[in-house]
């Protein structure tokens, strides 16, 4: 590059191209050794990130997140409550709405489809057994409530002969 000094300053060109236009010689010579240390650089990456990689994987993986936790409680709750597990404030009486609870026992089960592998072995825990007491419960209501229908369909067939 050329230099000049005037007044007792030292004047650098730093253009990275010549008049004619050309690359000047200094420009290429370090494009060359950016290049050299770059390709070094991913090669000493690519032998630590096989390492890394198996080393994060059980780190995100253990990574337990409380909104998540909430919104399967809360989402639990409310399966529970439509079978009947809480009662209605205004009437005292359980309330039993198979059809809702089937709705948030579904939902469940696409989160934790949707998760799979995703979750920290407590939440995956946590959402098996919510789910598992659900679906039994559900399964419960619904054998009760069938035959409480059969038996008021039996005394109707009764009391009309």
Do not use: C, W
Not at 69 to 74: F, G, K, P, Q, Y
Not at 78 to 105: H, K, S
Not at 149 to 160: L, N, T
């Amino acid at each position: 590059m050329a230099d000049h000094t005037e007044d007792g300053f030292k004047v650098v060109d730093r253009r990275p191209f010549t008049a004619d236009g050309e690359l000047r010689p200094e420009v290429v010579e370090e494009q060359e050794r950016e290049a050299k240390r770059e390709e070094v650089k991913e090669k000493a990456e690519m032998k630590r990130a096989p390492a890394e990689e198996k080393a994060a994987a059980p780190a995100s993986a253990a990574k337990r997140s409380p909104a998540f936790e909430n919104l399967i409680r809360m989402i639990g709750s409310n399966a529970a409550m439509v079978l009947g597990a809480y009662a209605d404030p205004n009437t005292g009486q359980p309330m039993f709405d198979p059809d809702a609870a089937r709705e948030l026992i579904d939902m469940l089960d696409a989160l934790r489809e949707k998760t799979k592998g995703n979750l920290a072995p407590e939440e995956d825990s946590m959402l098996m057994d919510l789910l598992g007491k659900l679906k039994m419960t559900y399964l419960e209501v619904n054998k009760a409530m069938a035959a409480e229908m059969a038996k008021v369909s039996a005394q109707a067939r009764g009391g009309k002969k």
